[in-house]
T-cell receptor, first 111, second 113 residues
């Protein structure tokens, strides 16, 4: 089975801190994604990457950046965390037959 | 443009009753359609996928969905609800070769004993 691992299940940060969310997949997938999940809004795409060092903005990229230095790892960076970035963050990788495999999520609280 | 609408943010059914979760899509091209399930404190798992082969798609855990082009719908059903089906369900749409899936806002299913 594909495994997508997010490094932290819960994270509490202060406003203005730089935050790194890490995601690793073990199936050599080219495509990886970062979503945030908020009640009543479903999942919204922040950024995705289709290859090492390649990235594209999703629907809500403001306040975020990403890094993909190795194929298996896709990092989401909050340059200066704000309270409106309190959310559940979900990482996913996509197989060649278009199936998304999700990590367990990171619940980020920004105080 | 692609989008999905899930009717009903909360659905409650009795154990053993029919489960029906509604999803309508809009897409300018033939879509790929998906249902994902999220159990408490977990990420999303794929339940089933429609890719223009058969209009009735069978998924895991006894779920199935029917693609109806005339109604632009892809409703999820299960004949008999089980307590373990309690979760949040998301419908999603994409087009062939696209990098993005567009998710609905989710429907939380409660199963009453």
């Amino acid at each position: 089975d594909v495994k997508v691992t997010q490094s932290s299940r819960y994270l509490v940060k202060r406003t203005g801190e730089k935050v790194f969310l890490e995601c690793v997949q073990d199936m050599d997938h080219e495509n990886m994604f970062w979503y945030r999940q908020d009640p009543g809004l479903g999942l919204r795409l922040i950024y995705f990457s289709y290859d090492v060092k390649m990235k594209e903005k999703g629907d809500i990229p403001e306040g975020y950046s990403v890094s993909r230095e190795k194929k298996e790892r896709f990092s989401l960076i909050l340059e200066s965390a704000s309270t409106n970035q309190t959310s559940m963050y979900l990482c996913a990788s996509r197989s060649p037959n278009e199936k998304l495999f999700f990590g367990s999520g990171t619940q980020l609280s920004v105080l | 443009a692609q989008s999905v609408t899930q009717l009903g943010s909360h659905v409650s059914v009795s154990e053993g009753a029919l489960v029906l979760l509604r999803c309508n899509y809009s897409s300018s091209v033939p879509p790929y359609l998906f249902w994902y399930v999220q159990y408490p404190n977990q990420g999303l798992q794929l339940l089933l996928k429609y890719t223009s082969a058969a209009t009735l798609v069978k998924g895991i855990n006894g779920f199935e969905a029917e693609f109806k082009k005339s109604e632009t719908s892809f409703h999820l059903t299960k004949p008999s609800a089980h307590m373990s089906d309690a979760a949040e369900y998301f419908c999603a749409v994409s087009r062939t070769g696209a990098n993005n899936l567009f998710f609905g806002t989710g429907t939380r299913l409660t199963v009453i004993p």
